[in-house]
């Protein structure tokens, strides 16, 4: 296929295909943009709330300038390779999310709801429900152990068929 660019006097042309985004048919035609610069990309930003459920601490116990804020990729990168004190100090000590609960109690979060526990805990209420389990914790890790070994064996039937 011969290359006939057609010159538009005072613009910088490049060549692309014509029947490659406007159904034009074959040939080339010259493309206004010839470097095709993209912008310079955004950083994506996080609610605060995303952040903090990626970063596995409650919300409402974090710095006011963290809640306020949205949190770039970077910064969320940041975080998590080098966390400030104030993280560090609440992945320790909690308040801890709903779901770090379900997992360091070994249950379920619907179980944990069912146990009546419906606010965050901190460091010591979960060692201290862990050490001497109520009549409920036990049943509830009982019920999430077996939907965990019902899960392991769907799984394995399906890679069984595959």
């Known amino acids: 296929m011969a290359l006939n660019p057609v010159r538009v006097p005072g613009a910088r042309t490049r060549q692309v295909m014509a029947g490659s985004r406007s159904g034009d048919g074959p040939g080339w035609l010259p493309c206004r943009y010839p470097d095709q610069v993209s912008k310079p990309k955004k950083s ?79 460091t010591a209420q979960i060692a201290a429900l862990a050490a001497d389990p109520p009549q409920w914790l036990a049943r509830e890790r009982e019920t999430h152990a077996e939907a965990r070994r019902e899960q392991r064996r769907l799984q394995e039937l399906q890679n069984d068929t595959d």
């Not at 963290?66 to 998590?80: C, I, K, P």
């Not at 966390?83 to 944990?112: K, Y």
């Open 44 to 122: 994506q930003l996080m609610k605060p709330s995303t952040a903090a459920q990626k970063l596995g601490v409650y919300l409402p116990a974090t710095p006011r300038e963290f809640q306020e804020g949205s949190v770039s990729r970077e910064e969320f990168d940041e975080l998590q390779h080098n966390p400030p004190q104030w993280l560090v100090d609440l992945r320790r000590n909690g308040p801890h999310p709903r779901s770090v609960v379900a997992a360091r109690l070994r249950v379920s979060n619907s179980g944990l709801a069912r146990g009546g526990i419906t606010e965050p805990l901190t």
